[in-house]
């Protein structure tokens, strides 16, 4: 089982602040890294798939960036609204195998 | 809504019980994956099909089988049931073979073992 690895588990952010939080995964054998949006009662929707090292990907107000030598991504969330908070999920691609992380849940408050 | 539908809802049953959870793709996805969710762990990968063939294997035990029928929906079937198995299982679909690209998720489907 391949160690990904989210923080923080959680935070809380003002309406209007900007946010970002962290996935570690491993650098060997990688092929792909997931960012997928779960808010309680639903199911993951994906938000980016990233696979070049030094790809930046940007939906909205949400954005990511990619490390692959170091074996970090970052999600960034600008101008946080209530709509923002939900868990978000890493996963990482290894030897064509998917391993999630825990995931950040973002709560914000209004 | 993702397209990706799955059935049933909820399903409580008992230890020792077999019961299969069904998956219907999006249209025109040929992909299944199958994630189990317990309270304790993150989403699990158990099990990939493409085009009705396994494509590849996670973290399945032996007791749980799947299979994608040519009209590329998908069953899990999960016997000899074990408290432990008490999870939310998801099935998520994706045009492709492989895992870099995005999957759509469905709703799962919550099975608790008494």
């Known amino acids: 089982i391949l160690n990904v690895e989210q ?16 996935c570690s995964f491993p650098s060997s054998n990688f092929y792909a890294l997931h960012w997928y949006r779960w808010e309680t009662a639903k199911s993951p929707e994906a938000l980016f798939v990233m696979t070049l090292n030094g790809d930046e990907k940007k939906k909205g107000r949400i954005s990511a960036t990619l490390n692959t030598k170091e074996g970090y991504s970052y ?27 825990a995931g950040t849940t973002v709560t914000v408050r209004a | 809504d993702s397209g990706v539908t799955q059935t049933p809802k909820h399903l409580i049953t008992a230890t020792g019980q077999r019961v299969t959870l069904r ?16 309270l304790d762990q993150g989403l699990q990968f158990l099990i990939h099909y493409y085009n009705g063939e396994e494509r590849a294997k996670g973290n ?55």
């Open chain 1, 7 to 22: 923080s923080p588990q959680s935070l809380h952010v003002q309406e209007g602040d900007s946010t970002n939080f962290t």
């Open chain 1, 75 to 101: 999600l960034y969330i600008k101008g946080s609204q209530p709509e923002d908070s939900a868990t978000y999920l890493c996963a990482s691609l290894n030897d064509y195998k998917l391993s999630f992380g």
């Open chain 2, 23 to 38: 998956c219907s793709p999006r249209s025109g996805d040929l992909s299944v994956y199958w994630y189990q969710q317990s």
């Open chain 2, 60 to 114: 399945i035990l032996e007791r749980f089988s799947a299979q994608q029928f040519p009209d590329l929906h998908s069953e899990l079937n999960l016997s000899s049931l074990e408290l432990g198995d008490s999870a939310l299982y998801f099935c998520a679909s994706s045009p492709w073979t492989d895992e870099r690209n995005e999957q759509f998720f469905g709703p799962g489907t919550r099975l608790t073992v008494l």
